[in-house]
């Protein structure tokens, strides 16, 4: 009869530890993604600052070409402000968006001052911003995916309980804004 009731006892023990040790995995499982989403987001921040960093020294070198053509800088300047100061996922992608877009317009003037394709610092400036620009969208497409895999256990069972439980929401994709999915117009 001892041997059957200490059988037991070790039995529930054992389920317990065993259901305990299952929960504090799932407990943890959401935070992990929200963490996953978090340090990849930063990813993206570092592509984006190295791109604003760039900036400045391809605006110098293409002002000497083009001093005339003062509303692109001031575009390019703007969206680097808006960046810097923005808050949250949604008003810096906006901002990314605003200067993709001024961007365009001043690679385009190249086309318009042959010298400027010449120019070695230009080139030189043009191939790191292109590089920086191809890393952005890498970065970009792992955020989101980080964003998926985090959003989707949010949304399903048991999942939903846990990260309701831990504290984790959905995360916000790193959407392409509208204005940066038309074809930009630079006009002369």
Known sequence: M????????????????????LFISQYNKPIRMKESVD???AQVE????RRF?????????????????????LGVAEARKSYFSAQGVDEKARSAGQLEGALSRLLLLQ???????SNENFLKLQDSLE?????????RKRYNDQVRILNTYVKTFPGKFFA?????????????????QETPKVTF
């Open 131 to 139: 590089g920086t620009e191809n890393r952005i969208a890498v970065e």
């Open 164 to 180: 309701s439980w831990a504290g984790v929401g959905q995360a916000e994709y790193f959407e392409v804004p509208d204005v940066q």
């Open 46 to 49: 570092n592509q984006l600052k």
């Open 111 to 117: 086309e318009r001052y042959p010298e400027l394709k």
């Open 2 to 21: 001892k041997k059957n009731i200490a059988a037991t006892v070790v039995i529930i023990l054992v389920f317990i530890g065993f259901s305990l040790a």
């Open 39 to 41: 340090a990849q987001w």
């Open 53 to 73: 960093d760039l900036i400045p020294n391809l605006v110098e070198t293409v002002k000497g070409f083009a001093a005339q053509e003062k509303e692109i800088f």
